[in-house]
């Protein structure tokens, strides 16, 4: 069972390229989310998704863009990087939200992003 | 901006003693979690205790949750070097029966069990 798996886990782009995240879930959760992590930070939400179809703004969502086409994937692009992305994102999933709000996430191993 | 905050930032103690991490937030809460970070890895799911519980258990963890204070604590008995790791408390700021849908967590707080 894999559970949430990233790819790339590593990538170095210069500024101004694009590319986009992959994360894959086969644990048929509803609830997806983009998470970036910085030092002295913690973690930050960039987007999310409640099913599939649909996405949302976190925290943070200015120069990303997502997609879920598909209920096991979510994609997090960067049209335009900047080094100010330079970052680790880490996927998660989790299961519908019940009575008492947002359930465990599943995280994956995380893409460690450096533009230059 | 952060909803969570972990007290304290950093914590070294001997293998065997307890471990006790603090999490302050500001709005009120459906559930609080706690998770843990081995260096270089993805979080780890710990516990999670809903607003209308005070206190939970799981193996050598321990959570106080107080509304009231909007604090919580993680308590880890008798830890272990295998313990050594950071441990983020994350906060569901929805209203009850409307989950936000998402998760808000702290900075973290950096445990170094040394053996």
């Known amino acids: 069972n894999a559970g949430v798996t990233q790819t790339p886990k590593f990538r170095v782009l210069k500024t101004g390229q694009s590319m986009t995240l992959l994360c894959a879930q086969d644990m048929n959760h509803e609830y997806m989310y983009w998470y970036r992590q910085d030092p002295g930070m913690g973690l930050r939400l960039i987007h999310y998704?409640?099913?599939?179809?649909t996405t949302a703004k976190g925290e943070v969502p200015d120069g990303y863009n997502v997609s879920r086409l598909k209920k096991q994937n979510f994609l997090l692009g960067l049209e335009s990087a900047a080094p100010s992305q330079t970052s680790v994102y880490f996927c998660a999933s989790s299961y519908s939200s019940g009575e008492w709000g947002t359930g465990e996430l599943f995280f994956g191993e995380g893409s460690r992003l450096t533009v230059l | 901006s952060q909803q969570g905050e972990e007290d304290p930032q950093a914590l070294s103690i001997q293998e065997g003693e307890n471990a006790t991490m603090n999490c302050s937030y500001k709005?009120?809460?459906?559930?609080l979690q706690w998770y843990r970070q081995n260096s270089g890895r993805g979080l780890v799911h710990l516990i999670l205790?809903?607003?209308?519980?005070r206190e939970k258990h799981s193996g050598r963890l321990r959570v106080t949750l107080d509304t009231s204070k909007k604090s919580s604590s993680l308590l880890i008995t008798a830890s272990r070097a295998a313990d050594t790791a950071s441990y983020f408390c994350?906060?569901?700021?929805?209203?009850?029966?409307?989950?936000?849908?998402?998760?808000?967590f702290g900075k973290g707080t950096k445990l170094s069990v040394i053996p």
């Open positions: 205790i809903r607003s209308n519980e």
């Open positions: 994350a906060t569901d700021g929805g209203l009850k029966g409307a989950g936000s849908y998402q998760l808000t």
């Open positions: 709005t009120s809460i459906n559930n």
């Open positions: 998704s409640v099913g599939e179809g």
